[in-house]
């Protein structure tokens, strides 16, 4: 398994933007899909995005498409998350994962982050 270690996060105005980051450690980074998924307060975990290993296609869930970005940077075994416009809605613990497929299930992720909060006040 791969470790996790997130950063970013935090309070912000609606259409404010934020930074999440995930280093990776203990594995092939470059070779691994990635993924953010969210979870708000009594809601399921939820798909944001993902990104495949060597070719870096992403994908993203409807509702973030267009103001978030996620990328990587295989040198420094971190992916990213840029959330610009954000809304109240956007409003969630959000957990980078490591997986083999860069699919929106979280069964296709083998390891997790702690997740990090992200709040968008209105």
């Known amino acids: 398994q791969v470790q996790l270690v997130q950063s970013g996060g935090g309070l912000v105005q609606a259409g404010g933007s934020l930074r999440l980051s995930c280093v990776a450690s203990g594995g092939t980074f470059k070779i691994r899909a990635m993924g953010w998924f969210r979870q708000a307060p009594g809601k399921e975990r939820e798909f944001v995005a993902s990104?495949?290993?060597?070719?870096?296609?992403?994908f993203y869930q409807g509702s973030v498409k267009g103001r978030f970005t996620i990328s990587r940077d295989n040198a420094k075994n971190t992916v990213y998350l840029e959330m610009n416009s954000l809304k109240p809605e956007d409003t969630a613990v959000y957990y980078c994962a490591a997986g083999w497929l860069a699919t929106m299930s979280a069964t296709d992720f083998d390891s997790w982050g702690r997740g990090t909060q992200v709040t968008v006040s209105s």
């Open positions: 990104i495949s290993g060597n070719s870096g296609a992403a």
